[in-house]
T-cell receptor, first 113, second 112 residues
Framework: DTEVTQTPKHLVMGMTNKKSLKCEQH?????MYWYKQKAKKPPELMFVYSYEKLSINESVPSRFSPECPNSSLLNLHLHALQPEDSALYLC????????????FGNGTRLTVT | DAKTTQPTSMDCAEGRAANLPCNHSTISGNEYVYWYRQIHSQGPQYIIHGLKNNETNEMASLIITEDRKSSTLILPHATLRDTAVYYCIVRDTYSGNTPLVFGKGTRLSVIA
């Protein structure tokens, strides 16, 4: 079990759809992250939020739009995705204090048709 | 780019110790070494981290060389459930929200 909860676990969407991925943690963590992982590859950083403000955007296409409505919740809004965007999307969080480790959810498996 | 080098794959007999090496020859003074593992179709799981002293927890031990240029993760009694990809990551903790940069990791197969 993980203390970072991601929903849905699986999502299939067409290229014209709009959908959202949700990530929630109740550990009081102040930094949250989105990673993307393609099959048989390591996770790649997409976005970092610190104290609810976007601090890092790794040149992610605008069809991915992150949102942090409060310190416990992180969303990733998806619009006009391409089949090559199919991947496992992982959320992580950390307290932001010193060397505290990141804790990951189990991800949303996204398929774009 | 990842700052670590790990073997692509390793095998370990069930019940034996698994020793996973990692080279991080360019590590700087304020960078910690973190180990994560990822079991198929799950998110990465935190295992252990350290700066310069050896560390042990309920999952594993971390041995860091005195010059800090390499480290070894030890799973003392490997089980089939330890089969996973293991990532060694060097992370600057000056800013507490510094992300993890994953390399390719080591695929550990525990064999019955």
């Amino acid at each position: 079990d993980t203390e970072v909860t991601q929903t849905p676990k699986h999502l299939v969407m067409g290229m014209t759809n709009k959908k959202s991925l949700k990530c929630e943690q109740h550990m009081g963590h102040r930094a949250m992250y989105w990673y993307k992982q393609k099959a048989k590859k390591p996770p790649e950083l997409m976005f970092v939020y610190s104290y609810e403000k976007l601090s890092i955007n790794e040149s992610v296409p605008s069809r991915f739009s992150p949102e942090c409505p409060n310190s416990s919740l992180l969303n990733l809004h998806l619009h006009a995705l391409q089949p090559e965007d199919s991947a496992l999307y992982l959320c992580a969080s950390t307290s932001g204090a010193g060397d505290s480790p990141l804790h990951f959810g189990n991800g949303t498996r996204l398929t774009v048709t | 780019d990842a700052k670590t080098t790990q073997p692509t794959s390793m095998d370990c007999a069930e019940g034996r110790a698994a020793n996973l090496p990692c080279n991080h020859s360019t590590i700087s003074g304020n960078e910690y070494v973190y180990w994560y593992r990822q079991i198929h179709s799950q998110g990465p799981q935190y295992i252990i981290h350290g700066l310069k002293n050896n560390e042990t927890n309920e999952m594993a031990s971390l041995i860091i060389t005195e010059d800090r240029k390499s480290s070894t993760l030890i799973l003392p009694h490997a089980t089939l459930r330890d089969t996973a990809v293991y990532y060694c990551i060097v992370r600057d903790t000056y800013s507490g929200n510094t992300p993890l940069v994953f390399g390719k990791g080591t695929r550990l197969s525990v064999i019955a």
